[in-house]
């Protein structure tokens, strides 16, 4: 029990963020997709990781801010939980658009710019998802895990650049994303860096 409530922030954050999936999975068995149901699987699977990659992203400004510890503590979880989403929202554009021929992805992802960029921001985040773990950390070195895992400020860009190009008419969303981030890169210029950098990676293993 102690340690559950220890790790009361990252047991919430799943119950949260399984929701929309558990939404999506009662919605498709019931037939409440909509007139697109895959379309609807696609959009949804896409936003959610756009937005838990957005939220890894504002822990450690937010933490740099606000002196809280707890923002750290998420960090991983937010990252691991985007990656997931981006991995489904994938699969369901491959599976439903392209009936799981390589050829055909291929072809696509080659054509389309923002299907490039979109499979280019998976393919930064699964190397970050792989490596998130502490035996990782150790394996790689703090100084070297740090400089892989800024890959997520470009997935980060990405990510926006991807969505921004889906939405075209209404703006709106990619920006408030696109403003989240560049104040996330602004809180990383002294004097936020340097040694209180370091000590945030050793916090958000303990």
């Known amino acids: 029990m102690t340690s559950l409530r220890g790790r009361w922030p990252g047991w919430l954050l799943a119950l949260l963020l399984v929701l929309p999936l558990a939404g999506l999975v009662v919605g498709l068995l019931k037939g409440h997709l909509g007139v697109n149901p895959v379309e609807t699987l696609t959009h949804v699977t896409g936003e959610w990781a756009l937005r838990c990659l957005i ?18 503590r998420l960090r991983r979880d937010l990252g691991l939980w985007a990656c997931g989403y981006a991995c489904l929202h994938f699969s369901v554009w491959w599976l ?22 979109g499979v280019a921001t998976l393919l930064v985040l699964l190397p970050l998802a792989l ?64 040694r209180r950098g370091r000590a945030d990676t050793v916090r958000a293993f303990r």
């Open 55 to 72: 939220l890894c992203l504002s822990m450690t400004p937010l933490s740099r801010v606000t002196g809280w510890t707890w923002p750290l």
């Open 96 to 117: 439903f658009d392209h009936g799981l021929d390589p050829a055909s992805m291929l072809g696509d992802v080659l054509k389309r710019p923002w299907i490039t960029v």
């Open 131 to 194: 490596t998130s773990t502490r035996a990782m950390v150790r394996r790689l070195g703090g100084q070297r895990w740090k400089r892989l895992h800024r890959g997520a400020y470009l997935a980060g860009v990405l990510a926006v650049l991807h969505f921004s190009w889906l939405v075209k008419a209404d703006l709106f969303e990619p920006l408030l994303y696109a403003t989240i981030l560049g104040l996330g890169f602004l809180l990383r210029w002294p004097p936020w860096s340097g």
